[in-house]
């Protein structure tokens, strides 16, 4: 087992490093004011939303444990906190916590 | 090597008040706790953390540990879910560039691109003098990685204190950051429809393959986006 764990380890930093390392080969042709770096930044920011989308609707781990509705009014609450509180990252990101822990105690 | 100057001034800019570095840290604890959970030991998960250091990863490798998949289908599952990182790479050192750095400098500085540290870069790379900017970019990295690792020893050592519910808390912190991020991000038609057609791409292509819908959703939307854009003028 202890070995299966440093070997998973490895070949997750593996497969992770192989990305970030294409991206700076692919860097090296690129100009900061081209087209090419806008189409990059567009796909980084959708490629992140993608992410983020999945992470909220189809969680793994201890968010899929918490009914679909719950996690999305906890979202949409401290999304809701952020642009009240003029776009104050601290408040919505503590509260979010408290409040999922407060709401999966009683449902 | 490394100018000292900007590695400290990029290693202090975590401190910022929109600073990612509680939803970071938050995270982290939550792996920590995880870890331990699953049976790693103390260095395992420091390993784990300083190595991969990208969050959906570890978790990944943490559920198929769990459910003992093979090491093809680990790699498989990490590298499609943290492909994401290859436009952030692009996205990003294009900005870093300068010829009197070298190349092995940039190979070794990509391991901190994470979204924390992509974020502060991406905030504060025009105040920084071009021929530094890497080394300011290690500075943040290192911060970053650094508030990682302690984080997950502080999450291994708490996980028996930790019951589910405050689990579950933990585990909404990041996403509800990332949230907020993403819509501070929406400034121009191009990076709110990015955001928009990513977020519906990333969920509809999850009924086609949940392993693909990040970087089919993904790339779908980012290049509708860009077009859509600059026939808008941006």
């Known amino acids: 087992m202890a070995i299966d764990i440093i070997l998973a380890i490895l070949v997750t930093s593996f497969a992770t490093y192989i990305s970030r390392f294409l991206g700076v080969i692919t860097s090296k042709k690129i100009k900061e004011n081209s087209k090419i770096f806008k189409w990059f930044n567009c796909l980084a920011y959708s490629t992140l939303s993608a992410l983020l989308a999945r992470l909220v609707i189809f969680p793994a781990g201890a968010l899929a444990e918490v009914d679909y509705l719950v996690r ?3 979202v949409f609450i401290c999304l809701m906190i952020f642009l ?9 990101t503590v509260l979010s916590a408290l409040f999922l822990a407060f709401l999966s105690s009683i449902f | 090597m490394v100018n000292t100057k900007y590695f400290l001034k990029g290693f202090i800019s ?8 509680i939803a970071l840290a938050v995270s982290f604890i939550a792996i ?3 870890f331990k959970n699953i049976g790693l030991n103390i260095q395992e998960s420091i390993f784990s953390t300083f190595l991969t250091y990208a969050l959906p990863g570890s978790l990944i490798m943490a559920e198929s540990l769990i459910v003992g998949a093979s090491l093809l289908n680990i790699f498989l599952a990490v590298w499609l879910v943290n492909a994401r990182l290859y436009p952030m790479t692009v996205s990003l050192f294009p900005l870093l560039t300068h010829k009197s750095q070298p190349r092995l400098k940039y190979y070794l500085a990509c391991h901190f691109i994470a979204v924390s540290s992509w974020l502060i870069m991406k905030e504060n790379y025009k105040s920084v003098e071009r ?3 890497l080394d300011f970019w290690i500075g943040v990295g290192a911060a ?6 302690s984080a997950t020893v502080f ?4 996980a028996d204190y930790l019951n589910k519910d405050m689990m579950i808390g933990l585990a909404i912190v990041n996403p509800v950051y990332f949230t907020c991020v993403m819509v501070s991000a ?3 038609i191009q990076m709110s429809l990015a955001v928009i057609l990513g977020t519906v791409f990333g969920i509809l292509f999850y009924f086609v393959s949940p392993e693909w819908c990040i970087l089919v959703g993904g790339f779908t939307a980012g290049t509708l986006a860009f077009f859509i854009g600059e026939l808008n003028g941006n």
């Open chain 2, 186 to 188: 929406m400034k121009t």
């Open chain 2, 144 to 149: 970053n990685l650094l508030v990682a690792v």
């Open chain 1, 72 to 74: 999305f009014i906890v």
């Open chain 2, 14 to 21: 975590i401190k910022g008040a929109d600073s990612p570095a």
């Open chain 2, 131 to 133: 021929k530094y900017r």
């Open chain 2, 155 to 158: 999450g291994f050592f708490i």
């Open chain 2, 32 to 34: 920590g706790a995880l």
């Open chain 1, 84 to 92: 009240i509180s003029k776009k104050n990252f601290v408040y919505p």
